[in-house]
């Protein structure tokens, strides 16, 4: 079994519209998180949840929402997509306790055109 | 604010050398560093992490790593790579232990020459 699952592992749309990306962890962690991968590999942290509540929120524009139905459930929403919101998001988990490592996504990758 | 400076964007090594690949942090108390690694079309997988302790970490895959505070570096090494070890490589820290949000390098791609 996948631990931490993403999907849509391929997103392309138009400018404008809104989408969104699940990811699912079946690894009883408490935290989840969203990251961003630009075209030069740059990773950034978006957003970080803990136990449904949102403990990190890095300077991302309102248009991202992420919303966290249950401790193993973090789906990020994207409206009004603009072509600078093209990048590889990915979703990982960690344990609370500070020495634990993040577990991530396969990664989804969004192509806005 | 803390950073990390992988300063290789790209490393060619042939198969069977050693490797090194370097990482340096900017941070002001004592850092968590990591190194991740990411295949094409994956995500990343953990390969070794510092917290304390020896400053010489092992992990996976044959990979090792330094922590120098002297030189504030903690770079990656590994005595013979296999072809399969070409990847991405990333190095992080953690400053705010108890949320575990990592700040991330620009990478290091690795590729393998026969």
């Known amino acids: 079994d996948t631990a931490v699952s993403q999907t849509p592992k391929y997103l392309v749309t138009q400018m404008g519209n809104d989408k969104s990306i699940k990811c699912e962890q079946n690894l009883g962690h408490d935290t989840m998180y969203w990251y961003k991968q630009d075209s030069k590999k740059f990773l950034k942290i978006m957003f970080s949840?803990?136990?449904?509540?949102?403990?990190i929120n890095e300077t991302v524009p309102n248009r991202f929402s992420p919303k966290s139905p249950d401790k193993a459930h973090l789906n990020l929403h994207i409206n009004s997509l603009e072509l600078g919101d093209s990048a590889v998001y990915f979703c990982?988990?960690?344990?609370?306790?500070?020495?634990?490592?993040?577990?991530f996504g396969s990664g989804t990758q969004l192509s806005v055109l | 604010a803390q950073s990390v400076t992988q300063p290789d964007i790209h490393i060619t090594v042939s198969e069977g050398a050693s490797l090194e690949l370097r990482c340096n942090y900017s941070y002001g108390a004592t850092p968590y560093l990591f190194w991740y690694v990411q295949s094409p079309g994956q995500g990343l997988q953990l390969l070794l992490k510092?917290?304390?302790?020896?400053?010489l970490v092992q992990g996976i895959k044959g990979f090792e790593a330094e922590f120098k505070r002297s030189q504030s570096s903690f770079n990656l090494r590994k005595p013979s790579v296999h072809w399969s070890d070409a990847a991405e490589y990333f190095c992080a820290v953690a400053t705010n232990f108890g949320n575990e949000k990592l700040t991330f390098g620009t990478g290091t791609r690795l590729t393998i020459i026969p």
């Open positions: 990982a988990s960690s344990q609370t306790g500070g020495r634990k490592k993040l577990f």
């Open positions: 510092y917290f304390s302790g020896d400053t």
């Open positions: 949840y803990n136990n449904k509540e949102l403990i």
